[in-house]
T-cell receptor, first 110, second 114 residues
Framework: AQRVTQPEKLLSVFKGAPVELKCNYSYSGSPELFWYVQYSRQRLQLLLRHISRESIKGFTADLNKGETSFHLKKPFAQEEDSAMYYC????????????FGQGTILTVHP | ETGVTQSPTHLIKTRGQQVTLRCSSQSGHNTVSWYQQALGQGPQFIFQ???????GRGNFPPRFSGLQFPNYSSELNVNALELDDSALYLC?????????????FGPGTRLTVL
C-alpha cells in the first residue's frame, strides 16, 4: 500500500530563514514523488517533481530512498511562499494515481 | 490553452440524493482523475479515466461512478449521498497515463450533504 506522511500540519518561519517541509513515504517499489502547492485562492498546482531534479522558485527536494523521504527545502523563505504544500506519490502500475499527504501550511512572517 | 474547469462551484444536496459533477479537461489531455478532499485532509484518489475507460480506482464504493467523453469532458456521479460525502471534489487532467505526468487540477466543486 502507498502512504505519504507529512508530520507537520503547520510551519511558521520568518522571511529570510531556511525552511524544510518534511515528507516521508511508504512504497515497496520505485516511486515518483511530487510536491504540489496551493496558494491562497488558487488551485492546486505542481511545484516540482523528483524526476526533473530541478529547482523551482528556489525550492529543491531530494529523494532519499534509504530514509524514504522527499523533504522540500528552501534556503531563504519569502513571504510569497506562504501556502499549503502537499507531498504526493505515484508508483508502479498506478498510471498516475497520486497518493497525497495531509499537507503542511507554511506561513512566512515579514 | 485553457485550463481545467469544473462545474458547479458549490452544491448542496440532502442525504439519499444523487449528484453529478462535471469537469472539462485541457485540450489534448486523454486522462482525467477525480479526487475527494475532506476538510483538513489531502486529496484522496477516487478513480481515473483514460480514453473513456476506467483506468484505476481508489477505495471508494460503487455508488461513485464516472464517465469520460471524447470532447475531453467528464462526469463524477455519486448515488445515495451520505453526510460523509461532503467534501471538495477535484478533477485533474494529464496528457497520458504515465506516472511521471504532471496533473493539472481544476478549482474543485464544494459538495455539502445535509
Amino acid at each position: 500500500a502507498q502512504r505519504v506522511t507529512q508530520p507537520e500540519k503547520l510551519l511558521s518561519v520568518f522571511k529570510g530563514a531556511p525552511v524544510e517541509l518534511k515528507c516521508n513515504y511508504s512504497y515497496s517499489g520505485s516511486p515518483e514523488l511530487f510536491w504540489y502547492v496551493q496558494y491562497s485562492r488558487q488551485r492546486l498546482q505542481l511545484l516540482l517533481r523528483h524526476i526533473s531534479r530541478e529547482s523551482i522558485k528556489g525550492f529543491t527536494a531530494d529523494l532519499n530512498k534509504g530514509e524514504t523521504s522527499f523533504h522540500l527545502k528552501k534556503p531563504f523563505a519569502q513571504e510569497e511562499d506562504s501556502a499549503m504544500y502537499y507531498c504526493a506519490l505515484a508508483g508502479g502500475t498506478s498510471y498516475g494515481k497520486l497518493t497525497f499527504g495531509q499537507g503542511t501550511i507554511l506561513t512566512v512572517h515579514p | 490553452e485553457t485550463g481545467v474547469t469544473q462545474s458547479p462551484t458549490h452544491l448542496i444536496k440532502t442525504r439519499g440524493q444523487q449528484v453529478t459533477l462535471r469537469c472539462s479537461s485541457q485540450s489534448g489531455h486523454n486522462t482525467v482523475s477525480w479526487y475527494q478532499q475532506a476538510l483538513g485532509q489531502g486529496p484522496q484518489f477516487i478513480f481515473q479515466y483514460y480514453r473513456e475507460e476506467e483506468n484505476g480506482r481508489g477505495n471508494f464504493p460503487p455508488r461513485f461512478s464516472g464517465l469520460q467523453f471524447p470532447n475531453y469532458s467528464s462526469e463524477l456521479n455519486v448515488n445515495a449521498l451520505e453526510l460523509d460525502d461532503s467534501a471538495l471534489y477535484l478533477c485533474a487532467s494529464s496528457p497520458a497515463r504515465s506516472i511521471t505526468d504532471t496533473q493539472y487540477f481544476g478549482p474543485g466543486t464544494r459538495l455539502t450533504v445535509l
